[in-house]
């Protein structure tokens, strides 16, 4: 690798695991406000049409003690680990906190929030093909800008807006064009870095985020591919952290060609229409368009096929399910997809993913045995 290529992965590699510090760097350098962003979809460019940086709040390695008295045992790890990063005043730097609610621990989480962060929140209709939802989720559009209106004490103007989604759907672009010139270089781009370059994406401003990956794509395709001797697999579920489980997937050679995670590809899947209405409208035409997220419904469930398609599209040898442990929506798309992975010869494994576990040597060996009878 070339100077400036090491330099990039450094760049996003300490982006990804300080987002503490560039909430203080951008308040610092830029004197504006910072609104966390609670999972799993939010409409990010009103924040940043107000000068405002979101960030993403997916909790994190945390040992949780205090959350138990206000979550129940079966919330899943991201809403007990934010919940006992809020009691210990992790987000108080925050000036405030968006919460969409399209699970019932996010409802619960965002009535029980301890910060000192105001809370806005607004729901997604999951009726998602007929008009009225679009009329509706315009609306919660609406109701959002004008209460981060009131606590920032200015006005965001549609202007503003249209010009972050433009913003944004150039980073989207690039984040697919990302996706598939990783898919070339698994040596270099191995899943802890291609996981830094997508985390990254959370405490950045997405042009600056834009800038950094337009220039490590460039610095890719100075690099000879070489054949890959490992196995390539696409991974699905929410997230993949805590970072040992990525470490096993680099121990073991497997390359991540493509991935189906709401963490990751799933925010820049598709784009926000350029045309076709006023600018929330567009927006929320996004929502409705969104395909193959268990948070989004789906009466036809498309999701095996689309998982399957990938797999045919990146020659992938096999999928990768990781499934966040006590997450109902996903577990209850699992047995549709792996029934169809099953009639259709696709190989698969599913491993829990839990922010809160301390030992992977189970996971690994399961790996082990996956990789060895692929």
């Given at each position: 690798?070339?100077?400036?290529?090491?330099?990039?992965?450094?760049?996003?590699?300490?982006?990804?695991?300080?987002?503490?510090?560039?909430?203080?760097?951008?308040?610092?350098?830029?004197?504006?406000?910072?609104?966390?962003?609670?999972?799993?979809?939010?409409?990010?460019?009103?924040?940043?049409?107000?000068?405002?940086?979101?960030?993403?709040?997916?909790?994190?390695?945390?040992?949780?003690?205090?959350?138990?008295?206000?979550?129940?045992?079966?919330?899943?790890?991201?809403?007990?680990?934010?919940?006992?990063?809020?009691?210990?005043?992790?987000?108080?730097?925050?000036?405030?906190?968006?919460?969409?609610?399209?699970?019932?621990?996010?409802?619960?989480?965002?009535?029980?929030?301890?910060?000192?962060?105001?809370?806005?929140?607004?729901?997604?209709?999951?009726?998602?093909?007929i008009e009225g939802a679009n009329a509706y989720l315009v609306k919660e559009y609406q109701s959002v800008k004008e209460k981060l209106e009131g606590i920032l004490g200015r006005t965001i103007s549609m202007e503003a807006i249209e010009e972050s989604v433009k913003i944004y759907n150039e980073?989207?672009?690039?984040?697919?064009?990302?996706?598939?010139?990783?898919?070339?270089?698994?040596?270099?781009?191995?899943?802890?870095?291609?996981?830094?370059?997508?985390?990254?994406?959370?405490?950045?401003?997405?042009?600056?985020?834009?800038?950094?990956?337009?220039?490590?794509?460039?610095?890719?395709?100075?690099?000879?591919?070489?054949?890959?001797?490992?196995?390539?697999?696409?991974?699905?579920?929410?997230?993949?952290?805590?970072?040992?489980?990525?470490?096993?997937?680099?121990?073991?050679?497997?390359?991540?060609?493509?991935?189906?995670?709401?963490?990751?590809?799933?925010?820049?899947?598709?784009?926000?229409?350029?045309?076709?209405?006023?600018?929330?409208?567009?927006?929320?035409?996004?929502?409705?368009?969104?395909?193959?997220?268990?948070?989004?419904?789906?009466?036809?469930?498309?999701?095996?096929?689309?998982?399957?398609?990938?797999?045919?599209?990146?020659?992938?040898?096999?999928?990768?399910?990781?499934?966040?442990?006590?997450?109902?929506?996903?577990?209850?798309?699992?047995?549709?997809?792996?029934?169809?992975?099953?009639?259709?010869?696709?190989?698969?494994?599913?491993?829990?993913?839990?922010?809160?576990?301390?030992?992977?040597?189970?996971?690994?060996?399961?790996?082990?045995?996956?990789?060895?009878?692929?």
């Amino acid at each position: 690798m070339k100077g400036r290529l090491e330099e990039l992965i450094h760049i996003f590699e300490d982006v990804a695991n300080n987002p503490k510090r560039m909430v203080a760097e951008y308040k610092k350098e830029v004197g504006k406000e910072v609104i966390g962003v609670m999972p799993v979809y939010a409409p990010e460019e009103i924040i940043h049409a107000a000068g405002c940086l979101p960030i993403g709040l997916w909790g994190g390695k945390k040992e949780v003690s205090k959350a138990r008295a206000y979550l129940p045992p079966f919330a899943c790890s991201i809403m007990q680990t934010v919940m006992e990063l809020q009691i210990g005043g992790t987000y108080d730097i925050l000036d405030a906190v968006l919460f969409s609610v399209p699970c019932d621990t996010l409802k619960c989480l965002s009535q029980k929030w301890k910060g000192k962060s105001p809370v806005i929140v607004f729901t997604h209709p999951q009726n998602r093909v007929i008009e009225g939802a679009n009329a509706y989720l315009v609306k919660e559009y609406q109701s959002v800008k004008e209460k981060l209106e009131g606590i920032l004490g200015r006005t965001i103007s549609m202007e503003a807006i249209e010009e972050s989604v433009k913003i944004y759907n150039e980073n989207r672009r690039i984040m697919r064009e990302f996706v598939e010139v990783a898919a070339q270089y698994p040596q270099i781009i191995d899943p802890i870095v291609r996981h830094n370059v997508m985390k990254s994406r959370w405490f950045l401003r997405k042009e600056k985020h834009t800038e950094y990956v337009k220039e490590l794509i460039a610095e890719l395709k100075k690099e000879t591919i070489v054949p890959w001797d490992g196995k390539k697999v696409i991974l699905t579920g929410i997230m993949t952290e805590p970072v040992e489980l990525l470490q096993i997937f680099k121990d073991e050679k497997l390359a991540i060609v493509a991935d189906d995670l709401a963490h990751e590809s799933r925010q820049f899947r598709g784009d926000v229409p350029e045309e076709g209405g006023d600018v929330l409208y567009r927006m929320a035409k996004w929502w409705q368009n969104l395909e193959g997220c268990s948070l989004a419904t789906d009466t036809n469930k498309g999701r095996g096929q689309m998982l399957m398609d990938m797999c045919k599209d990146t020659k992938a040898d096999a999928v990768i399910v990781c499934m966040m442990k006590f997450c109902d929506p996903e577990e209850f798309d699992y047995p549709v997809y792996y029934r169809e992975f099953t009639e259709s010869g696709i190989k698969n494994i599913t491993v829990e993913v839990d922010l809160e576990v301390s030992s992977f040597e189970q996971i690994r060996t399961r790996i082990q045995t996956f990789k060895d009878i692929l």
